[in-house]
């Protein structure tokens, strides 16, 4: 079975550029999150998607931050423009929310984005 | 609202030697807890998880047990490999939540030959 996918891997960008991330869930996955990983930091949660719904997305910095998950399944997280303090790993997971379950995700490779 | 605190590191071990990486949790009733490791170059996995007070997980000679008393989720092993070198992350899913995850800082481990 294909784990969550991510890309782009590594991305170097100048500041004020747009950059985006693709994640494509494990199939059959209803849940899917985004988190931001910053250096020797754990994973915090920026958005996560129950379906097509975004359900939290109270730490998604909205002013140049948004996301969609269209039909569901892959999702994209835009950033317009990037700022130094963006540089970070951008961490996909999905999970299969099945009611009872206990919450492992799975996690993609991550995007390392650094912001110039 | 819920968090993890996890001890700092990093931590530098040689091969065979006891594993300790500590863990609280600070949560309103009582969570799912779970131990992620990351390996170099690789996303985060699942290492073991506890779903209710007293249960111990276990996974490649890792061990945690869900202390509701102390609002502890210590790892351990008993004799670390070079290959146990990585960065190991404690969490938490909330009670009425449980798509909720919340991680800790990460504690970065090296074992030496």
């Known amino acids: 079975e294909a784990g969550v996918v991510q890309s782009p891997r590594y991305k170097i960008i100048e500041k004020k550029q747009p950059v985006a991330f693709w994640c494509n869930p494990i199939?059959?996955?209803?849940?899917l999150y985004w988190y931001r990983q910053n250096l020797g930091q754990g994973p915090e949660l920026l958005i996560r998607?129950?379906?097509?719904?975004?359900?939290?997305d109270s730490q998604l910095p909205k002013d140049r931050f948004s996301a969609e998950r269209l039909k569901g399944v892959d999702s994209t997280l835009k950033i317009q423009p990037a700022e130094l303090g963006d540089s970070a790993v951008y961490l996909c997971?999905?999970?299969?929310?099945?009611?009872?379950?206990?919450?492992?995700?799975?996690f993609g490779e991550g995007s390392r984005l650094t912001v110039l | 609202g819920n968090s993890v605190t996890q001890m700092e590191g990093p931590v530098t071990l040689s091969e065979e030697a006891f594993l300790t990486i500590n863990c609280t949790y600070t949560?309103?009733?009582?969570?799912?807890l779970f131990w992620y490791v990351q390996y170099p170059g690789e996303g985060l996995q699942l290492l073991l998880k506890?779903?209710?007070?007293?249960d111990k997980g276990s996974n490649k000679g890792f061990e945690a047990t869900y202390r509701k008393e102390t609002t502890s989720f210590h790892l351990e092993k008993g004799s670390v490999q070079v290959s146990d070198s990585a960065v190991y992350f404690c969490?938490?899913?909330?009670?009425?939540?449980?798509?909720?995850?919340?991680f800790g800082a990460g504690t970065r481990l090296t074992v030496k030959p």
């Open positions: 506890a779903t209710k007070a007293d």
């Open positions: 949560a309103t009733g009582y969570p799912s």
């Open positions: 998607y129950e379906n097509e719904e975004a359900v939290d």
């Open positions: 199939s059959g996955h209803n849940t």
């Open positions: 969490a938490l899913t909330g009670l009425y939540n449980n798509n909720d995850m919340r």
């Open positions: 997971a999905s999970s299969l929310d099945l009611q009872g379950a206990t919450g492992e995700l799975f």
